[in-house]
């Protein structure tokens, strides 16, 4: 039997438990399993992938940022 951490309010429970005794969160239901596969699988898209994240879109804002004002400063000088 081994401790881990509850994820809702970090106490200590057993690997067997079915929720934790502090607050009652599941820990071993099939929910949580098939929820924590899905964010698994979403945090292996990457930019090019289906979702397009947050941090892709200020990448390609700045870029296109620097683009322009470059293109502006030529155009001045």
Do not use: R
Request: with cysteine; glycine share 6%.
């Amino acid at each position: 039997m081994a401790l881990i951490k509850c994820p809702e309010c970090n106490a200590q429970v057993s690997d067997k438990a079915k929720e934790c005794p502090k607050c009652a969160y599941p820990i071993n239901s099939p929910e949580v399993v098939k929820e924590e596969v899905k964010v698994a699988e979403v945090a292996k898209e990457g930019c090019f992938l289906q979702t397009l994240n947050t941090g892709c879109l200020v990448f390609f804002g700045i870029l296109l940022g620097i683009i322009v004002l470059m293109l502006l400063v030529g155009l001045l000088s």
